[in-house]
């Protein structure tokens, strides 16, 4: 099974910093996909991600309530999966706090919190925890794989992702499966909601992250991306309901962990952990702009209306050591620029992760956009 990280740039031409990166850090970078061509609806042989739990959540526009609504029946208690199911359970909590709503720019701004189930249980140490917003979009086309459906700039979706997955989309996941997407005996059918994309946004959940924390810190890297069993853990979430939506906006919340049995029970050391617990596929891209001499300006006559250069200096972090890097992808349809594979140029180990540095350069055809797209994908 192939596995990628999409990257997405969004670029404010004329201003020489990158406004929007879904594949590196909190709020302007980001991170993390597996392609999986086809799910078929039975259950499927995950490796070591697991699905925790699946949510429909509902914003009142008008009067700031939300509705948090578990799309499983109560007995399968939000798709936990077997490894959690201990006596006690107490739940793997989740909550959305501090609601706030700017219906002028069409965002809701809010901290979700994450509760693990089993403070008492240490063999349970989570690895990678994501909260993935599932919305639904309409872009694609993409030439490196025809199949990726995600939001445009004005459509639904989550604004600061730390990067993008393709892990538990309705689409590919749809199915009786426990660790499979089924409509909830309440809530709004996926049939009416219609969350068409394959690629969501989502924010990292890990020690030592804080609300707004960029993903690559040297205290997540060395403890390998954990949420410790006694981790009560918040992130903020800046989502952007689209046109369409005027009183009542609808989404899908999803959390997606890695975990495998450890060495000992319960663990000695964070090295009872395999490091196969954590991502196999990349677990972080950060980008760097070195030259930014795009422009676009619609005025101006007998002249090229846009054009220019842009190079990157993009860092690829995964946990399988160099190794666990494959191809890195650089493309802007926007721009008229297909995708090309970046070019190698360091590479050094930093705790448990290892990052590689590649570069790219972009020159684009004539475009006409104020900010076009720029997409960036690591394959493992």
Not at 186 to 204: P, R
Not at 230 to 258: E, Q
Not at 259 to 268: D, G, I, M, Q, S
Request: hydrophobic share 40%; aromatic share 10%.
């Amino acid at each position: 099974m192939c596995k990628l990280l999409y990257g997405r740039i969004i670029l404010s031409l004329m201003i020489p910093a990158a406004v929007w990166v879904l594949a590196g850090c909190s709020g302007e970078n980001g991170p993390v996909s597996p392609n999986l061509a086809e799910v078929a609806p039975q259950e499927q042989d995950y490796g070591n991600r697991h699905l925790l739990g699946f949510w429909q959540v509902g914003v009142n526009i008008n009067t700031g309530t939300v509705d948090i609504i578990p799309l499983r029946e109560e007995q399968a208690h939000l798709n936990i999966l077997a490894f959690l199911e201990i006596e006690p359970l107490t739940g793997f909590n989740v909550d959305f706090n501090t609601l706030q709503i700017d219906t002028v720019n069409g965002i809701i701004e809010v901290d979700v919190i994450l509760t693990h189930p089993l403070p008492s249980y240490t063999e349970y140490t989570l690895f990678d925890v994501r909260g993935i917003i599932i919305t639904n979009g309409s872009k694609t086309g993409l030439s490196i794989d025809e199949s990726l459906v995600y939001p445009g700039q004005d459509e639904s979706r989550l604004v600061n992702a730390d990067g993008y997955t393709r892990w538990w989309n309705p689409m590919e996941f749809h199915g009786g499966g426990l660790l499979a997407y089924i409509d909830g005996l309440l809530g709004v059918k996926d049939s009416n909601a219609l969350f068409a994309n394959t690629l969501n946004g989502y924010k990292y959940f890990a020690d030592g992250l804080g609300l707004n924390d960029e993903v690559m810190k040297p205290i997540l890297l060395q403890g390998r991306g954990r949420f410790s069993t006694t981790s009560i853990l918040s992130r903020h979430f800046s989502i952007k309901f689209g046109p369409d939506v005027s009183d009542y906006f609808i989404f899908n919340y999803a959390v997606d962990a890695g975990w495998e049995e450890p060495a000992n029970t319960p663990p000695l050391t964070l090295d009872d952990f395999p490091t196969s617990a954590n991502s196999l596929e990349p677990f972080n891209i950060e980008v760097t702009e070195t030259t930014n001499s795009l422009y676009y300006n619609p005025a101006l006559e007998d002249c090229p209306t846009s054009g220019g250069v842009l190079r990157l200096s993009i860092d690829v972090a995964t946990w399988q050591g160099m190794n666990g890097i494959g191809d890195v992808m650089v493309g802007s349809p926007d721009m008229g620029v297909d995708f090309f594979p970046a070019a190698e140029s360091s590479g050094y180990d930093s705790y448990y992760a290892h990052i590689s540095t590649y570069t790219a350069e972009i020159v684009p055809a004539e475009f006409n956009l104020t900010n076009p797209e720029i997409l960036i994908e690591a394959r493992s």
